[in-house]
């Protein structure tokens, strides 16, 4: 067995192919135990090589070619979000589901094992029935989830019933989600429909991608900025933020999406303001706020803007 057969990989991940066929499928069934997601992030992180060369999940081996991983397939257990105790922000709680605040800058749920510093981590802690809860094990009870930098409410189930009926809430349509977001210049119209492809870390405006709609009324603008209460009505990847970009006002401070950094600002200006939907266990109707993080506040103020209040509002 020679070094560059082995590389980094310990000889209990190195074996040898018996038979012709793309490497996917062998290293697929020599860990019967993985899901295919947990195969495939060993191709889209490189980690698997034949004869010592670095391979695509499509690479056809021959019989008698050295398969050499450097880590095993992680584990669904493995990726379930550990518990760390950290203060939450309780909007709404029974015992079917709870609402909740995510500050900017914290993701929702782990992307990597043993991952802390997430929304989950701190979940689990305080609700241990969430630990398992949805399809994927990451998603500790949580129906949907928000962007790093995106603050503001988020839902997650105590029963797998209630995230079953969670999702297809959200899935059909019949969750009414609001954002309030600053945007550079003044977007063109007042709504876009453009469908939406992945492409990588982010989405692009193509017509082969999936239907997405988002819907924006002014509350406030300046010469710079524009201050927007943006609704989605679907949820796909980076919506909000990719529709505006489309319509020639990103996001501040969203650089993924062609926004300027801002000074100030830490990540973009994007925050999930209201849930509308029927308690899906009790039939009863929710509605859902949450405040503005003091510190977007702030920044909003330094710009010359405001939130609207409900006498300002009643007067539009």
Known sequence: MSDSDLGTSPPSL????????????????????????????LFAER????DGKKVK?????????????????????????????GPLQIVYEDEHLVALVKEPGM???????AETGTLANAVVATYPECATIGKDPRESGFAHRLDADTSGLLILARTQECWLALRNAFASGNVQKSYLAVVEGRPIGKECEEELLQDGKRVRVDYAGLEAYTTWEELQRTDEYTLLSCQAHTGRM?????????CGSPIAGDKLYDGTEQEGLDGHFLHGSELHLTHPITGEPLSLSAQLPEERAKWLATKGLRLPTASSADEN
């Open 107 to 113: 993701p929702t749920y782990p992307l990597k094992a």
């Open 14 to 41: 190195v074996f040898d192919a018996e038979y012709s066929d793309r490497v996917d499928k062998i290293v697929g069934e020599h860990y019967p135990e993985a899901s295919r997601k947990r195969l495939a992030q």
């Open 57 to 85: 999940k499509g690479h056809m081996v021959q019989p008698g070619q050295r398969i050499a991983l450097d880590r095993a397939p992680i584990s669904d257990d493995e990726m379930r979000a550990v518990p760390e105790s």
């Open 47 to 50: 980690l698997v090589r034949v």
């Open 238 to 246: 980076h919506q909000v933020r990719a529709h505006l970009s489309h």
